[in-house]
């Protein structure tokens, strides 16, 4: 099978489960898991953060923190299409307390600085206190500018805000801008990176932040049921990722150009991708049948008006090139 629904269905590879056999563990909640510790050192190292916190999942480090910025009844600021405003269910508001106040994306993933400005809200007890800034990036694939990012987050500041960012795929705007972890998450107070993505482990994410923020994430992370015990085994295959999955996110790249290239050829509409994200119009009365073509060749992808093809690393330019091939012998004058 090729899936690419997403970079999250990467398997463990064999030096990444002989890692993880070979972690030494401990209790997690006591702070005795020494590679968990290891790769919360490592973490807030690389990010230039004071701490950092191991998770199970980035859903949870990116609520953790969003909770630790946020009070009840105080306001974060998120583009509409964001994953912890969109897809994570409203935690903040259901669990959090926190009113999410969503503001449109600009086309390169960023939220204008105007629209920003206009949405803070008055110190007047009619209204919630906007405490934080959240972003995401690479966000839909796209990674955010870095003149933006240095503005917004300098005027965030200035007005105030607290920012957080979700970087479940900070390492695919690493690899792309070719700078290191500081540069790409500057002006951030705090930073979700997630393992379990183009990185390839099977789980964790890790929240880097200042110490006081990381120490309220982790009163947190208990309420919310991610305090675990022997995990040095999961973050073994972190450390793992963080050591020998960076820099092939590159091949990642390639291949989704590649990809764009070829579907391009083949007469589709496609948006150039700029990390491992592809997107492609499909016309509605094709969706249901392109679906069942593409499966019935051991290819798996979701497939909707706007398709989105991830390239990761289990899938080969071989594969890729199959893919085009069963694409291109799709029956495109056929109405399903
Ligand atoms: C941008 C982004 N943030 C956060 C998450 C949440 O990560 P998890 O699935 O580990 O909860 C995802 C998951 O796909 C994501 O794409």
Known sequence: MIDLRSDTVTKPSAGMRAAMAAA??????????????RLQAVAAERFG??????????????????????????EY????????????QGGAAVLGSIQPQPLENEPHGGIAIERIAAAIKPDDF???????????????????PADYQHEVTEFAHARGLATHLDGARIYNAVVKRDVDERTAVSGFDSVSVCLSKGLGAPAGSVLVGSRDLIAAARRWRKALGGGMRQVGVLAAAGLFALENNVRRLAEDHVNAQFLAGGLRALGLNVISPQTNVVYVDVPPLHVTGLQAHLQARGIIATVGTRL????????????????????GDYDWKTKT
């Open 308 to 327: 989105r093809l991830v390239t990761h690393l289990d899938v080969t330019h071989a594969d890729l090139t199959a893919v085009l091939r069963a694409i």
């Open 24 to 37: 030494e563990v401990g209790d997690d909640v006591y702070g005795d898991d020494p590679t968990v510790n």
């Open 126 to 144: 009619h209204f919630a206190r906007t405490r934080l800034l959240a972003l995401e990036n690479t966000i839909g694939g796209r990674v955010l």
């Open 49 to 74: 953060f004071q701490s950092a916190l191991f998770f199970p999942s980035g859903t949870q480090s990116n609520l953790a923190a969003l909770m630790a910025h946020c009070g009840r009844g105080d």
């Open 77 to 88: 600021l998120v583009g509409q299409e964001a994953h912890t405003y969109k897809y994570e």
